[in-house]
Structure formats: C-alpha cells, structure tokens
C-alpha cells in the first residue's frame, strides 16, 4: 500500500535585517577630520604643557646660571683688590724695613762721629756715591764731616777729578771737563758736622774711569783732596742725611 506522503509544515522564515547603510562619503570625511582635529588638539595640549614647564625650567636654570656669574665675578673682583692690596702692603713694609735700615746706619754713623770717644778729624770727605745717569752721565754724593773744632762752621767750594784711561793712554778729567763747561764753578758746602754735596758729571765716550778725587776748598787754608776707587764709590746707593 502505497504510503501516502507526509506533509511537513516549513513555518514562515523572518524577514532577514536589511544590511546597514553605508554613510554617506561627507559624514565620512567629517568624522575623520574631527577625529583628526580632536588628536591635534590632544596633542597640542600636551605640547604646551610640557614645553612650558620646560621653558620655565630654562627661565629657572638660565637665572640660576646668571646669578652664579655674578657670583664669580664678585669674587674675581675681590680676589684681585685682595692681591693688590696685598702688593702694596708688602711694597710698604720692604720701603719701611729698607726706612729702618738707613736710620740705624745713620745712628751709627752719629755715635761714631759725635761719639766721646770717637777721633776727632778735621775737614774730610767721608765717603763718596755715584749713581749712572745713563748716556755717560753720573750723579756723586759725597758726604763731608769736621770734628775737630765743633763750634766752628766749616765752608768752601767742592770739585771732582776723574782719573782713567782713553784709547789705551793715561788720561785726567777736571770738573770742567766733567762739567763740561770751561772754568766750571764748584759745589759749595757749609756746615758744623757734616754734610751730603751732590753734584753731576759726565763721562766722555771710550773713557774708562778708575778713581775719582774729591778736592774741598776752604776760603783760607789748604785745601784736602780725598780719592777713591770708581768701582768702590758706584757699588752702592747712598742714603740722605741732613746737613749740620
């Protein structure tokens, strides 16, 4: 017996979504260009956040930097004032010692000429310094005492000769020639215990000096002449003294 087909019943399929819409290219562009400008301003913020602290770190350094230069120049400054004040203190101290020096030489040389029992003397020439002027020129101090007769004053003219050698020949300068001026006067001295004559002369070129000779020349009664070695009158600078 021929079975009869069975009927199936096939229920109503729903209805499939419709497939979405695809948005239109503007809104599309849109929406990326505001995506776009929300990242840019995401970025610029953060830009400026960071580039202002650190700006404002520069500005903080840049201070700092500035205020250690000021420091430094300061303290160059003081440095230098320091050393030059320091300088001339010890130019002030070594003039000072150099002060004291001479006076106890010049207490000496009293005590020895003054002294009870120091060697009474007459007029002489005590000791004689010459100084180069350069060019030939020599500038002499000669220092003069008397003690032999202490109330009078002792006066007169001072004159200086040069003996040396020119051209391998013995030669003899006068003051005039020293002076360099015919009939030359002296050097006129006048005291009671001593007294420092300064003078100038000059050395003809190629002349070689070995003494000198001091000659004094009272207005009555013989004159004193005193040599010394040139070598030992220009080895050392002489000090001033008052005369008396």
């Not at 391998?168 to 215990?193: H, I, N």
């Not at 050395?203 to 000198?212: A, I, N, S, T, Y």
Request: charged fraction near 25%; proline fraction near 7%; hydrophobic fraction near 40%.
């Amino acid at each position: 017996m021929p079975t009869a087909a069975v009927g199936r019943y096939h229920a109503p399929m729903p209805d499939a979504p419709p497939p979405p819409e695809h948005p239109h290219p503007r809104a599309h562009a849109a929406l990326l260009g505001l995506l776009a400008l929300c990242l840019l301003f995401g970025l610029w913020g953060a830009w400026t956040v960071v580039g202002g602290s650190a700006r404002g770190d520069d500005r903080a350094l840049e201070s700092e930097l500035e205020a250690l230069r000021q420091e430094v120049a300061t303290l160059t400054r003081s440095d230098q004032v320091s050393r030059e004040a320091n300088r001339d203190l010890q130019g002030t101290l070594a003039e000072r010692d150099e002060e004291i020096s001479a006076l106890r030489a010049d207490v000496a040389f009293y005590e020895r000429l003054v002294g009870s029992t120091s060697q009474r003397r007459g007029l002489t020439v005590h000791g004689l310094k010459l100084q180069s002027q350069g060019e030939g020129a020599w500038h002499f101090t000669a220092t003069l005492t008397q003690t032999l007769n202490r109330a009078a004053v002792s006066s007169g003219t001072l004159t200086v000769a040069v003996e040396g050698s020119r051209n391998d020949s013995l030669e003899r300068l006068s003051w005039s020639d020293l002076r360099q001026l015919e009939d030359a006067p002296g050097v006129d001295y006048s005291f009671k215990y001593f007294q420092q004559v300064e003078g100038d002369l000059i050395l003809p070129e190629g002349f070689k000096p070995l003494r000198v000779i001091v000659r004094l020349a009272p207005p009555r009664g013989q004159a004193v002449e005193e040599s010394f070695t040139w070598a030992e009158a220009a080895a050392a600078t002489p000090r001033s003294r008052p005369d008396a």
